[in-house]
């Protein structure tokens, strides 16, 4: 298996327009692509993803260097907008098993957030059994909420 088969980011990437879930899908340009983070407990959890396999931020061409902090300010102000956020954090590791390929995570904190929850401990809201997941109908529809608003669309009907 390739390198790039086994890179969860790089399938997704490559997925048909027809096969692509909206939550993996919420915007894109050509360096670029937002999905909802799967497994997170707070609804709105983004990922900002290069579009080719990049395992070190180093490696971005200029381009995607370019866009990348135009991509985290949108998105920002979208999830401010979107979910009423007091800020946003954006935190890029790309360290664990099968997600070595760069992506940023642009999460928004709630006002009112746990103190043991803020700063890099909000991990602990992402893939942990004692933190359930956001219900996938949420998923679905801030993801939908935030496509509209990063394309000036009309909101959705709240879920």
């Not at 983004?46 to 991509?71: F, K, N, Q, S």
Request: proline share 6%.
């Amino acid at each position: 298996m390739s390198e790039r088969s086994a890179c969860l980011s790089c399938v997704q990437n490559a997925e048909d327009t027809d096969n692509r879930r909206p939550e993996n899908w919420i915007a894109s340009d050509d360096h670029w692509r937002v999905a909802h983070a799967f497994g997170a407990a707070v609804a709105g959890w983004l990922v900002l993803v290069p579009r080719r396999h990049v395992v070190t931020i180093a490696d971005l061409t200029d381009e995607e260097a370019a866009a990348l902090g135009t991509w985290q300010v949108r998105l920002s102000r979208a999830l401010h907008a979107v979910t009423g956020c007091a800020k946003t954090y954006v935190v890029q590791f790309a360290e664990r098993a099968g997600f070595e390929h760069v992506h940023f995570h642009i999460v928004p904190r709630a006002d009112g957030l746990p103190h043991e929850l803020q700063g890099p401990r909000v991990f602990a809201l992402l893939n942990k059994p004692d933190q359930p997941a956001v219900a996938p109908a949420e998923v679905t529809w801030v993801s939908a909420a935030l496509h509209a608003h990063l394309h000036n669309l009309p909101l959705p009907a709240t879920s």
